[in-house]
């Protein structure tokens, strides 16, 4: 993970984290973020594979930030 980046959800106010996948079973991928594993569904990331590094919230993968190590699209802050 870059650096634990938390960015918080306009909609709600809760924060969206980043979690690196540990694999992947179908939809659904087990990430660990903050020093725990979670599992989370990606469906709007499906082609997500271990290594690749996931913006979390609310048990749902939003968007791959790094993929396996190399950035792909910038991290979004919010301030």
């Known amino acids: 993970m870059s650096d634990g980046v938390r960015a918080h959800c306009v909609t709600c106010s809760d924060e969206a984290v980043e979690a690196e996948v540990v694999q992947v079973d179908g ?3 087990t990430v660990r973020a903050l020093g725990e594993e ?3 569904g990606i469906d709007l990331v499906p082609d997500a594979g271990p290594g690749d590094v996931l913006l979390c919230h ?3 993968a939003l968007e791959r ?3 396996s190590g190399r950035p792909t699209a910038p991290a979004h ?3």
Request: hydrophobic share 60%; glycine share 6%.
């Open 77 to 79: 802050h919010v301030p």
């Open 65 to 67: 930030v790094v993929q």
């Open 38 to 40: 979670a599992s989370v």
């Open 58 to 60: 609310a048990g749902i």
């Open 27 to 29: 939809l659904t991928a």
